[in-house]
T-cell receptor
Framework: DAGVTQSPTHLIKTRGQQVTLRCSPKSGHDTVSWYQQALGQGPQFIFQYYEEEERQRGNFPDRFSGHQFPNYSSELNVNALLLGDSALYLC?????????FGPGTRLTVT | KNEVEQSPQNLTAQEGEFITINCSYSVGISALHWLQQHPGGGIVSLFMLSSGKKKHGRLIATINIQEKHSSLHITASHPRDSAVYICAVRLGSSGGSNYKLTFGKGTLLTVNP
């Protein structure tokens, strides 16, 4: 079992562009959560997907959107990138109380 | 006030020392996680606790639900333990399907040889 995987590992984008980040959950996990971790800060909850629907959302603008596929994998999309969106984006998959984190995607917006 | 408070923010120790990192929270939780993050790296789950105590190797985690407090202990610390240790709580009652975590700001541990 590969655990939680994320792609890409690193990404550089320009302000105003759009980005898509991907997450494959641990085998058997059906819930995917996304977090943003700015440099020197703790992770902040973006949203959570279960059964292909957004179940919970943190305090992030609509520029942040997501999707969950039937195989439980998930995408995080960010439109109209701002410099402040530069961060490590973490995906966590969950089932029955256990939660595992992926290695993250480091996004740099220039 | 943050719902999850960690102390200390920074901790420097000599190799072999016993380390304690504390976490306090202000709301009802169903579980508490201790996580480890090396500089520039992703997050690794160390423990998930809802009561009592867990041990894995040199790491011990305890939680006191009544006092809303948890501690992470590292025995015989080693330079490779140097990392940020993060406490995160899952709000609400146990058995629920809410997996959203609220994180503390982390404790930066540096263990010198």
């Amino acid at each position: 079992d590969a655990g939680v995987t994320q792609s890409p590992t690193h990404l550089i984008k320009t302000r105003g562009q759009q980005v898509t980040l991907r997450c494959s959950p641990k085998s058997g996990h059906d819930t995917v959560s996304w977090y943003q971790q700015a440099l020197g800060q703790g992770p902040q909850f973006i949203f959570q997907y279960y059964e292909e629907e957004e179940r919970q959302r943190g305090n992030f603008p609509d520029r942040f959107s997501g999707h969950q596929f039937p195989n439980y994998s998930s995408e995080l999309n960010v439109n109209a990138l701002l410099l402040g969106d530069s961060a490590l984006y973490l995906c966590a998959s969950s089932k029955a109380g256990e939660q595992y984190f992926g290695p993250g995607t480091r996004l740099t917006v220039t | 006030k943050n719902e999850v408070e960690q102390s200390p923010q920074n901790l420097t120790a000599q190799e072999g020392e016993f380390i304690t990192i504390n976490c306090s929270y202000s709301v009802g939780i169903s579980a508490l996680h201790w996580l480890q993050q090396h500089p520039g790296g992703g997050i690794v789950s160390l423990f998930m606790l809802s009561s009592g105590k867990k041990k894995h190797g040199r790491l011990i985690a305890t939680i006191n639900i009544q006092e809303k407090h948890s501690s992470l202990h590292i025995t015989a610390s080693h330079p490779r333990d140097s990392a940020v240790y993060i406490c995160a709580v899952r709000l609400g009652s146990s058995g629920g399907s809410n997996y959203k975590l609220t994180f503390g700001k982390g404790t930066l541990l540096t263990v010198n040889p």
